[in-house]
């Protein structure tokens, strides 16, 4: 079993819809949370971190939920520009960038005119 | 500001050559984490260098190495070339105080292996 596990999609939706990811962890003693953005051939970009009373930016929403181990990415009224693919990743140092980032595979999100 | 710089863009090794791949990290950062990633998965974490020093390893043979000069610069460096060692290279750079800026990535270096 994989540590991030996330469902690939591919998700086809159209424009102006709400769609919504998720994503679970194996280790407990994962600490900090972030979502990634990766466009077809292009490098990683971070999307935001995810805190443990949920957060927003703009459009999109981060959830976490420690008890059941996962994550969660809301997109609301999704733009063409949306489309990529959205990585989950895990650290398990408290709040910090040292040690180890685990990367989920990857949601396929297309939006479709 | 210049981001985060990988060289080569892109390369193609004979089984069993050695290769060195460079990062230079987005100015400021003082660590730089090194993934390698294959087509249709996640970037696979290698390790981390602050320092000059590897503060943690992913599940990589010995035959990946690495260093960290005292620019912040960093090298990747893998010996005895396999196929499987086909992979986008991502260098990742960011600041070891500041965890929720979380990493700025390179544009990779493309590998394969023939």
């Known amino acids: 079993r994989k540590e991030v596990e996330q469902d690939p999609g591919p998700f086809n939706v159209p424009e102006g819809a709400t769609v919504a990811f998720n994503c679970t962890y194996s280790?407990?003693?994962?600490?900090?949370f972030f979502w990634y953005r990766q466009d077809c051939r292009k490098e990683p970009k971070l999307l935001m971190s995810?805190?443990?009373s949920g957060n927003e930016d703009g459009r999109f929403t981060a959830q976490l939920n420690r008890a059941s181990q996962y994550i969660s990415l809301l997109i609301r009224d999704s733009k063409l520009s949306d489309s990529a693919t959205y990585l989950c990743v895990v650290n398990e140092v408290y709040y910090t960038n040292a040690g180890k980032s685990t990367f989920g595979d990857g949601t396929t999100l297309t939006v479709k005119p | 500001d210049a981001g985060v710089t990988q060289s080569p863009t892109h390369l193609i090794k004979t089984r069993g050559q050695q290769v060195t791949l460079r990062c230079s990290p987005k100015s400021g950062h003082d660590t730089v984490s090194w993934y390698q990633q294959a087509l249709g998965q996640g970037p696979q974490f290698i390790f981390q260098y602050y320092e000059e020093e590897e503060r943690q390893r992913g599940n990589f043979p010995d035959r990946f190495s690495g260093h960290q000069f005292p620019n912040y610069s960093s090298e990747l460096n893998v010996n005895a070339l396999l196929l499987g060692d086909s992979a986008l290279y991502l260098c990742?750079?960011?600041?070891?105080?500041?965890?929720?800026?979380?990493?700025?990535f390179g544009s990779g270096t493309r590998l394969t292996v023939v």
């Open positions: 990742a750079s960011s600041l070891l105080d500041r965890p929720n800026y979380g990493y700025t």
């Open positions: 995810v805190y443990s």
């Open positions: 280790n407990s003693a994962s600490q900090s």
